[in-house]
């Protein structure tokens, strides 16, 4: 049974393949040809024990475009409310025999809990700071389709890199592809060990953002402090993303930013509203041919 718990696991060559099979899904999206039955008859169960808005959503589309039920269980309805363990609500899932289950946990590893006690594919919807694959593999599609390549890329991940998922999950993505990562934070935000080997660390923006090809900004993860230190005036002064501090990067730069992205903190807002430059709406959009892609090689065994 293969899963999809973490970009950790997977090869260059496991990453390519959902790579190629999520531009075929975005190909067949945009000229309405994919095939609609590929999951026919497939229920998918989403747990999404976290606040999500883009990728609850767009699972919910991938799974829906190509025929499979989806349902979608809400924690705050649920028994857990009543004392029933986490393990148990697992084993009650697991014998109603979904199809694949998709789950974001605020714990280290609870995909990997989850796929230890089932019969069916588990696709990890992001679980605590550790890891979001398919936010990386879904971001790689977007740099992939406008620079062609991932191999020689220069990547500058701005922000709070010490809490965010999404950008461990892409720098161990990037670095595996042969990208080279930059990261650029402030102190507080910069993690003691990276997730990957080779990341050259920056606290100056303009050094971090010399000659880069994309520029990942990531939001303070506030939910996740003990103290909250950061104050948002003092980073738009020195990370927030504006006209002027891009012209440090590449001339061809694109922006990019997972969501939910704050306007004047990490982002200015003209940049923001700049659809060629900020390229947001491409990753949101890539979010549902990559989890069509998920979806059907780990449900019909081509992963
Ligand atoms: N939506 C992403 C996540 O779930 C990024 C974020 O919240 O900043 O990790």
Redesign the pocket.
Known sequence: MKHLLGIDELSAADIERYLDRAQFYADGLADESWDRKTLVGKIVLILFF?P????LTSFDFAAKRLGAHVVNWNPETSSLSKGESFMDTIRTFNAMEPDAIII?HSEYGAPKFVAGRVNCPVING?DSWRE?PT?ALLDALAMRQTFGALKGLNVSIIGDIAH???AASNIVLLTKMGANVRVIAPDMLMPEKMPAQGVEKFSDLEAGLKDANVVMT??P?KERMDHVLIDDTAYFRDYGLTYDKLEWASKDAIVMD???FLRNVQIAEDLADDKGRFVYDTQVANGIPTRMAVLDMLINGKA
């Open positions: 976290e999500s808005t883009r990728t974001r992001g979001h936010q965010s998922r999404v990531i939001r993860q997972p969501g939910p």
